[in-house]
């Protein structure tokens, strides 16, 4: 599986962006999809993930009430519509996928084997 994200950019403070990411083919609608991000000199940390089944979603505190993950399976698409935005929340996004991921693993990053190239967002003070 190969992921393909895109939307990132650069934005002030209290701005929005997008991000979207599609996966080259379907994992069987199991598991989830989701995002990590990369701060400079910062462990990658989880960010946001769908789970298909249910369409349960869940978010890192931090970033509860102003980001909402989304998803189309159908499209194998997911996106991250990121309101609000802090200077802390400059990272390069990665984009994951997993067939096999359970929900209470959802937000470990050992747990996904599909990881996308990465779109920076840069937010200005």
């Known amino acids: 599986v190969q992921l393909q994200a895109s939307g990132g950019g650069l934005v002030q403070t209290g701005g929005s962006l997008r991000l979207s990411c599609e996966a080259s083919r379907r994992t069987f609608n199991l598991g989830a999809m989701g995002w990590f991000r990369q701060a400079p000199g910062n462990d990658r940390e989880f960010v946001a993930a769908?789970?298909?089944?249910?369409?349960?979603?869940y978010y890192t505190d931090s970033i509860e009430g102003r980001f909402t993950i989304s998803g189309d399976s159908a499209k194998k698409r997911v996106y991250l519509q990121m309101n609000s935005l802090k200077p802390e929340d400059t990272a390069i996004y990665y984009c994951?996928?997993?067939?096999?991921?359970?929900?209470?693993?959802?937000?470990?990053?050992?747990?996904?084997?599909?990881w996308g190239q990465g779109t920076l967002v840069t937010v200005s003070s």
């Open positions: 994951v996928t997993d067939p096999y991921v359970a929900r209470g693993d959802i937000d470990a990053k050992g747990k996904y084997d599909y």
């Open positions: 769908l789970a298909w089944r249910g369409s349960f979603t």
